[in-house]
């Protein structure tokens, strides 16, 4: 069997005085102690900034930085209900390389903990080929609860953090293992019907995309 060790950790902000790497830390500190590798990928990295308008030599060290990954996990802020767009936009600028990945979503915010800020990102990455893990851990109010080196303070507090992260961690490394099995078993290659970059033939033009939507509804 594979292990699935090599996680990366995507920070969702990029805010000036921004909470996300305390929480970041803490995540990242605690998938090393389930035996996991982490690596963070931060947005604001200075090598990754320019994503976010698209320059391709930003573009290129993101996709080197994920290649080969067996997981992701994404530690996000909620901003109005959602993922902040940087965040989105990130997501958006590869495609192969999240493929046949499980990615574990952390969130926090304000009284909501970034829960509807992780649903949105469900939607996001089910159309990217991965499998978000159904466990997830929520911060409110993260502000309280992590000091400046990502430590949570309260003891209870923090036992009660490790718990949650033990079960997500338990599911991960089920996933983590099992992709990469399967990605060495059987190439997660692209069907017919995908343009290089990915995307699906949205059947103008004569594509194949009609007989695939009429496949898709009879399959639901
Ligand atoms: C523009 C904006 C919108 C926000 N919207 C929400 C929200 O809808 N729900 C929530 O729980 N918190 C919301 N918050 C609170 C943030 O989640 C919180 O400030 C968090 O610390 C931001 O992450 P950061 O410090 O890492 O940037 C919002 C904050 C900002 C700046």
Redesign the pocket.
């Known amino acids: 069997m594979t292990q699935g060790n090599r996680i990366v950790v995507i920070?969702?902000?990029?805010?000036e005085?921004?909470?996300?790497?305390r929480?970041a830390a803490w995540v990242a500190g605690q998938l090393s102690m389930h035996g996991f590798a982490p690596e963070i990928l931060d947005p604001a990295d200075p090598d990754l900034l320019h994503v976010q308008i698209g320059d391709q030599a930003a573009v290129a060290r993101l996709r080197q930085r994920m290649a080969g990954a067996d997981g992701f996990v994404i530690v996000t802020?909620?901003?109005?209900?959602?993922e902040?767009g940087t965040l989105k936009t990130l997501i958006d600028s590869v495609t192969a390389e999240w493929w046949a990945r499980p990615v574990g979503l952390i969130g926090?915010?304000?009284?909501?903990?970034?829960l509807?800020?992780i649903e949105a990102l469900r939607v996001i990455l089910a159309e990217l080929h991965t499998v978000t893990i159904r466990d997830t851990l929520s911060f409110?109010s993260?502000?309280r609860r992590f000091d400046a080196a990502g430590r949570i303070t309260d003891p209870d507090d923090a036992a009660a953090a490790e718990a949650a992260m033990a079960v997500f961690a338990h599911r991960l490394r089920w996933w983590a293992d099992a992709l990469a099995d399967a990605r060495v078993a059987r190439p997660y290659d692209r069907p017919d019907d995908e343009d290089a970059d990915g995307h699906e033939d949205d059947g103008e033009g004569g594509g194949t995309g009609g007989a695939r939507s009429a496949a898709g509804a009879g399959g639901a």
């Open positions: 920070l969702g902000s990029i805010r005085g921004r909470i996300n790497d929480v802020p909620e901003y109005n209900h959602a902040p926090y915010g304000g009284i909501s903990g970034g509807r800020a409110a993260p502000w």
